[in-house]
Structures are given as C-alpha cells and as structure tokens.
C-alpha cells in the first residue's frame, strides 16, 4: 500500500507556471503515476501519467505541449510541471497510483490517490 501526499498548488495569473508534487510513502516505482484533476460540478479528468521507469508518458490533449509529468524514483516524487496556464486549468489536482501494464488515462486503473492540491488561474 502507498500513501500519495499533492502540493505545489497556489494562485497565477494565466501564463504562468506552477509545478506541482507528489510524495509517495512507499516505493513509488512499483507503480505508473498519474495526474487528474477535478472542478465543482465536473466529472474528474485526466491530465497525465508516467511509467515506472519514466520512459513513458502521456498526456491529454489540452494540456500537451503546456505540462510535463516526470518522476524521481530516488526520491519516491512524480512532478507536473505546469506552463502558459489558462483559467480552464483551474481545478483540485490529484496524484494517482496505478499498478497496470501500461500508464492509463482511466480513473479505474488507479489504486491509490492523493488528497488534492487546488490550482487557481486567473485571467
């Protein structure tokens, strides 16, 4: 079992840039990660996901080009970097553990989520 811990999350005028962290308490390279995101009144979205080894990554298609997910095993840490934010990224962003095949964008594909870091863009 793992324990995922969000932060990085705060206010930023759009265009700017965040990066976004995710702890885990075990051993985070057992799992692909992933990043979702949610805003009052919408289903939760996916946004991105990395393979354990890193070599892998996805990405939805609003925010490719824009955010890069990445990952420091040594460190039990995936990241999102988050650049040139529009206030459509506006949401509750989460971190999410998977033990698949292969990084999924399907929410239940994960077994393990973070408690949520808020993400605000103002315009």
């Known amino acids: 079992q793992v324990q995922l811990v969000d932060s990085g999350g705060g206010l930023v005028q759009a265009g700017g840039s965040l990066r976004l962290s995710c702890v885990a308490s075990?051993?985070?390279?057992?799992?692909?990660m992933g990043w979702f995101r949610q805003t009052p009144g919408e289903e939760r979205e996916f946004v991105a996901a990395?393979?354990?080894?890193?070599?892998?990554?996805i990405y939805a298609d609003s925010v490719k080009g824009r955010f890069t997910i990445s990952r420091d095993n040594a460190k039990n840490t995936v990241y999102l970097q988050m650049n040139s934010l529009k206030p459509e990224d506006t949401g509750v962003y989460s971190c999410?553990?998977?033990?698949?095949?292969?990084?999924?964008?399907?929410?239940?594909?994960?077994?393990?989520w973070g408690q949520g870091t808020q993400v605000t863009v103002s315009s």
């Open positions: 999410a553990a998977a033990n698949t095949v292969y990084p999924t964008s399907r929410q239940s594909g994960y077994d393990y």
């Open positions: 990395i393979s354990r080894s890193g070599g892998i990554t």
């Open positions: 075990g051993r985070s390279s057992k799992y692909d």
